[in-house]
């Protein structure tokens, strides 16, 4: 009896485990803590998929635009500042969404604040689509012809994106998204 104390551990778990799991000075601990923090299952639906899709067709309009001497037409600086605007703004909407921020703010309702920004985004979007084909003349900026040309082909990719995305959250909104059998409404 007299050994036993000696035996005895009472250390569970390893010292580098503790830091891992606390984020401590480990890449693996900090990369744990942050996908943690994010709502995976965001990343695999519709609407992220589109907020993906607007951020990379909305990058490749305002940078088309961006390379070219957009101030010769006035409509541009309009073009420019919707592309830019509703750039940034998606972005920060979109990791807003994927690090769960609408679980922390309850007080603002996230399906109309969406569904109004993806509507908004829409109109605004046709608008400056609408201008930049507008203003698209094949002797004005001879040189810059296929970019004016392709930032007008983006533009439209990204109002389409930004319609769809309405709609989806027009029906998150709407909250009709089950069928009659996981339907809990009494009939």
């Given at each position: 009896m ?33 996908t ?12 992220a998929i589109l ?26 600086g309009?073009?420019m ?13 979109f ?10 703010l309850t007080?603002v ?9 993806n ?7 046709l ?14 900026f ?5 970019h004016?040309a392709?930032a ?5 990719a990204v109002?389409?994106?930004y ?5 989806f ?8 998204g ?10």
């Amino acid at each position: 009896m007299a050994d036993f104390p000696s035996k005895v551990t009472t250390e569970t778990s390893s010292p580098n485990s503790n830091s891992s799991q606390q984020g401590g000075n480990s890449l693996r601990g900090l990369t744990a803590n942050v996908t943690t923090m994010m709502d995976m299952s965001f990343i695999r639906s519709i609407p992220a998929i589109l907020m993906i899709a607007e951020i990379c067709l909305g990058l490749l309009h305002w940078a088309l635009i961006a390379g070219t001497p957009y101030t010769g037409a006035p409509a541009y600086g309009w073009v420019m500042f919707v592309a830019v605007t509703l750039w940034i703004l998606t972005t920060i909407l979109f990791f807003m969404i994927l690090f769960s921020v609408q679980r922390k703010l309850t007080s603002v309702p996230w399906p109309l604040t969406v569904m109004a920004y993806n509507g908004i985004a829409t109109v605004l979007y046709l608008t400056a689509f609408l201008a930049n084909a507008a203003s698209v003349h094949p002797y004005r900026f001879l040189y810059f012809y296929g970019h004016m040309a392709a930032a007008a082909f983006f533009g439209a990719a990204v109002t389409l994106a930004y319609g769809v995305s309405a709609f989806f959250s027009y029906l998150d909104w709407k909250g009709d998204g089950g069928n009659a059998a996981t339907s809990t409404v009494p009939t």
